[in-house]
């Protein structure tokens, strides 16, 4: 491709709209175009990548024998009420009608469809275990889009589904996927963990999250040094205090002026805040929209609510809870702003951490303005509707499995793999038969990687841009080698920038030439904004066949004889490209 006739088009100034270095970029470099909020277009270059990441994709899971299909965007509604998610889905599911009123769903996900495709089809247990996929753009209203194609709401995605006999046979599917994961994301150049995951909303009974690290991702992972314990916080199970063996002290009611926050009450009274009780209060919705009911939740009070754990306690929908309006709160229940525990709560539903009830005489709200309770103890001053785990695995907190310092660090997730056993085969029929002619539902497993935002994520990996711009990988750069022509109408360097364009094409490498009629510092910027892997500048040198050569990870260039500088790159480029020729 000649830059002179290519659609392209870079920006000097940062966008407003972008925050984060691999957004800024990408618009930037000129690789996607906004169209409105969490809507992108690809343009020729961004489009290459996308193509490129597709493929080492597809690379991956067809050696696992899995195949490639392709379904609508547009799924029936009936489907989604087979499996029960066309109620349960809440505002992120795009819902449409078409002209006869029945109802639609742009694809957040695919199981109900690939569901029903195989129940068809798929009769014996000879056919099983099966693996198909698709690449294909996603839709979800999601409620606050940001960072570009981190989290838009057209994506594309690559969803895969497999069916199995049993358990054992979903382990096997599980693990190939897992190591077809591991592969893709190593070939794209990300840095990444997986880590254990909650199955969320989709259900089932095992996940993993794929996490490329990067400090400006959405996503905060724990993992321990000392064992391979690695999860998402959400998942992250806590290892309780001790219980504390102390008498019960009487309950007393305490004159606490202003002191609305644990620090600010435990400073006042001079204890620690380890020995304080934090509520938290929610109002929580049916799937219609309605009110529900009240919920305080209670932790300790140096600790941090789970939210993740308190909606799976709870058995609501992640948008079917939100804070709950104090005011109206109060009327109902008895709480006060600033001031409520557990003891003289009414009329909501109580969710106590596990650790509360072993720990002695704690100082929480009195639900009465300025006043707090000292000596609180759980079964003599309060009870819970529930007692469970909800509260957040700090760093610094001990492993649960080993007893070590915990560790954090913030990534992406740019692929997540479940078991999802029978949740969607039993409601849907997807049964075969066995060797006696018994009917047994399939079990299946899904597997997903955000291909836009993986996209994204593998700019944000510290290795892969600096303040200049860019630095692709090898394996998914849009063209290998850029051949910058300094002066557009000198014609030794035009003819010596062709040869070379045409040996390197010719070798299977993709090569761009910038032949603009721009000055040689604009196309040198260019050239580092988008991050084309090997530079190779023809100049004044060219009449003595020398040119310079350049790695855009590196700082040092050279000058090499034309016919030297094509070798360096073809063999660059093929110990990197990993990967078909394009
Ligand atoms: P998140 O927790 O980030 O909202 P998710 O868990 O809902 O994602 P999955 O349903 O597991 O996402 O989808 C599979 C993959 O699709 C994710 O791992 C992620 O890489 C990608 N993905 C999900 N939502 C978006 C989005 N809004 N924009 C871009 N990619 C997305
Ligand atoms: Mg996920």
Redesign the pocket.
Known sequence: MKLSRAFFKTLREVPNEAEIPSHILLLRAGMIKKTAA?IYSYMPMGWRTIKKIENIVREEMDAKGCQEIRTSVLQPGELWEESGRWSAYGPEMWRISDRNDRGFCLGP?AEEIFTDIVRNDITSYRQLPMNIYQISN?F?D?AR?RFG?????D?I?K?AYSFNKDEACLDESYNDMFEAYSNVFRRCGLTFRPVEADN?A?GGTGSH?FTALCEYG??EICYCESCDMATTVEKAACVDAPADDAEMKPLEKVNTPGTKTIEEVSEFLGIDQTQTIKALLFTTYDEDGNFKEYVAAFVRGDRELNMTKLVNALGVHEYAIEFADEEKMAQATGCVGGFTGPVGLHDCKIVVDSELPGLKNLCAGACETDYHMLNVNYGRDYEGDIVTDIKNLKEGDPCPVCGAPIKHARGV????IFKLGTKYSVPMGATYKDENQKDHPMVMGCY???V???FQAIIDMPQNHDENGIIWPMSVAPYHVIITVMKHNDETQLAVAEEIYKKLGAACVEVIMDDRKERPGVKFKDADLIGIPVAITVGRGAADGIVEYKLRREADKVELSVEDAIAKAIDIVNAEKDGRCF
């Open positions: 969490g996900t996603k979800r999601e889009p194609m981190m989290r838009s709401r994506f995605m969803d969320g989709i999250e959405e996503s997730e740019v692929g997540q997903g990687i955000g836009s935002r993986t």
